[in-house]
T-cell receptor, first 112, second 115 residues
Framework: KAGVTQTPRYLIKTRGQQVTLSCSPISGHRSVSWYQQTPGQGLQFLFEYFSETQRNKGNFPGRFSGRQFSNSRSEMNVSTLELGDSALYLC???????????FGPGTRLLVL | GDSVTQMEGPVTLSEEAFLTINCTYTATGYPSLFWYVQYPGEGLQLLLKATKADDKGSNKGFEATYRKETTSFHLEKGSVQVSDSAVYFCALTLGSGAGSYQLTFGKGTKLSVIP
């Protein structure tokens, strides 16, 4: 079974731009969560989607948003990028909300 | 709030040495506990998990036991290899009824194994 896939793997943007990251979960998984990883803050939860609805959101500004489609694929969007948004963005999927989460390889975003 | 505390790294060991990475947690309710591993340039891989007290998770020679009385989930391996060099993360999720299933991570422990 294919794992979680994330595209693109690498991105370079400039301050003020916006970016959209994509995540395709493991086949049959309906829950998708997003995490941000930075050297300073470590791994932080962004949001969780299940059945196309955001179920939970971490402590991030409104510039960070996401959505989930009927096929469980998910996208996250960051508007008005700031230098501090440079990070590895990880997507994780699980069969159900309470099930074990499996991670993709991440998208590394660099904001210049 | 819920939190996970891991031993500070980096940890450097010789091949075939014994590994222990300490992890303690603070949580309301009855969390599930996990160890994830991150190899350079990659995402997180699930290493092992335990969902209730006294459960032992094991995989690839690694083991960890869910100790409710000491709120701990220490990772151990009897004989490390160079290929075990990576960053190890201890994490928890709250159980059913909490309404939230996000993973809360420790800061990670970098392990380097030298030949």
């Amino acid at each position: 079974k294919a794992g979680v896939t994330q595209t693109p793997r690498y991105l370079i943007k400039t301050r003020g731009q916006q970016v959209t990251l994509s995540c395709s979960p493991i086949s049959g998984h309906r829950s998708v969560s997003w995490y941000q990883q930075t050297p300073g803050q470590g791994l932080q939860f962004l949001f969780e989607y299940f059945s196309e609805t955001q179920r939970n959101k971490g402590n991030f500004p409104g510039r960070f948003s996401g959505r989930q489609f009927s096929n469980s694929r998910s996208e996250m969007n960051v508007s008005t990028l700031e230098l501090g948004d440079s990070a590895l963005y990880l997507c994780a999927s699980s069969f159900g909300r309470q099930e074990t989460q499996y991670f993709g390889p991440g998208t590394r975003l660099l904001v210049l | 709030g819920d939190s996970v505390t891991q031993m500070e790294g980096p940890v450097t060991l010789s091949e075939e040495a014994f590994l222990t990475i300490n992890c303690t947690y603070t949580a309301t309710g009855y969390p599930s506990l996990f160890w994830y591993v991150q190899y350079p340039g990659e995402g997180l891989q699930l290493l092992l998990k335990a969902t209730k007290a006294d459960d032992k998770g094991s995989n690839k020679g690694f083991e960890a036991t869910y100790r409710k009385e000491t709120t701990s989930f220490h990772l151990e391996k009897g004989s490390v290899q160079v290929s075990d060099s990576a960053v190890y993360f201890c994490a928890l999720t709250l159980g059913s009824g909490a309404g939230s299933y996000q993973l809360t991570f420790g800061k990670g422990t970098k392990l380097s194994v030298i030949p």
